[in-house]
């Protein structure tokens, strides 16, 4: 579908040159002298080279529509990850490297989403969040408690993250996936 360079979004799919490209920021530019454009910078989906590339208010972009499915994560096999279609329970293999690295925070029966695009994956989203045991955490310093330090501690899927100094062995906490950071107690 084409669209105006004027409505190009952030998280927006375009074809550019036979490829598919995310659309990470965009600006509108006016400058003194001359026309309007937009400024947009894209990450490539399928390789992650990045692009900046202007867009002139008179041009047009070709606009990309993915469809979203919902897939259960079974299990990993080397660098490979095993996913089954919820609707049609096919099953597909995909590379560690699509996920990224909120890989490390899969777990077996978790869904996810695949964007596909001519049933091809492109991406795999995982939930914004996942609460996750604490199996090993520093004791807290004393004196350390007045100021809002965080001490490292790793969680059952061996991950490390840095928590507030309140949160011991055995605690459940929610992190963040997409950085891998605290969130809050879980309740």
């Known amino acids: 579908m084409k669209i105006n360079s004027n409505d190009i979004r952030v998280g927006n799919v375009l074809e550019r040159n036979s490829k598919l490209w995310m659309v990470a920021k965009t600006m509108h530019v006016q400058p003194g002298k001359g026309g309007a454009f937009m400024q947009v910078e894209m990450k490539e989906l399928r390789g992650g080279s990045k692009l900046n590339e202007r867009f002139r ?23 490979s990850l095993c996913f089954m279609n919820q609707d049609t329970f096919d099953q597909i293999q995909l590379s560690e490297d699509l996920v990224g690295k909120s890989a490390q925070f899969l777990s077996d029966g978790m869904t996810v989403n695949v964007c596909m695009y001519e049933n091809e994956p492109i991406s795999v989203s995982l939930p914004q969040t996942v609460a996750l045991e604490v199996v090993e955490a520093e004791p807290v310093v004393k004196g350390q408690t007045a100021t809002s330090s965080y001490k490292p501690a790793t969680l059952s899927n061996g991950v490390r993250i840095m928590v507030p100094p309140h949160i011991e062995t055995g605690t459940m906490v929610v992190v963040d996936t997409a950085d891998a950071t605290y969130v809050e107690r879980a309740k």
């Open 57 to 79: 208010a008179a041009d047009t972009v070709e606009k990309v529509f993915l469809d979203e499915v919902p897939f259960q994560f079974l299990y990993r096999d080397g660098n």
